[in-house]
């Protein structure tokens, strides 16, 4: 009887839930997009992109970083813990990116290049997410 409850409740939530958005462009599409874009320029468009997106992760880190060692009431023992721990998150973090983009993106995209380099349109994507994350829990 609970499994039937459950079943009918996650059900009626599920059909609830509001649409995915998958009409809005993602940010390497914004950034760079392919229908106004020929194939040369998209591929230069996304490399300048991608490095953009990079080191704008990147500062975002390490604004993150000033923002702990300016958090009151801690210890300095506590915040470079804190710095340490979101270092090596952060390079797990680009780790799983880094594969996620050089071996699943392009099975994703499949053989269509219409979209430019699949692994660059990742990177740039997944930065912006993580950039939005971090800006998000360090304010």
Do not use: H
Not at 100 to 119: I, L, N, T, Y
């Amino acid at each position: 009887m609970r499994f039937a409850f459950l079943a009918g409740a996650v059900c009626i939530l599920g059909a609830a839930a509001p649409p995915a958005a998958a009409d809005s462009p993602r940010p390497s599409q914004t950034a760079c997009d392919p229908v106004k874009l020929g194939a040369r320029d998209l591929a230069e468009c996304l490399r300048s992109a991608a490095d953009k997106a990079d080191r704008e992760v990147a500062q975002t880190v390490e604004s993150a970083m000033k923002w702990i060692d300016a958090r009151q009431g801690l210890l300095s023992s506590q915040k470079a813990r804190w710095r340490r721990s979101l270092g090596e998150a952060q390079a797990q973090w680009v780790g799983w990116r880094d594969s996620e983009c050089q071996d699943v993106a392009p099975f994703e995209a499949g053989m269509s290049a219409k979209g430019g380099d699949p692994r660059l349109g990742c990177i740039i994507d997944n930065d912006a997410a993580r950039v939005a994350s971090l800006k998000a829990r360090y304010p």
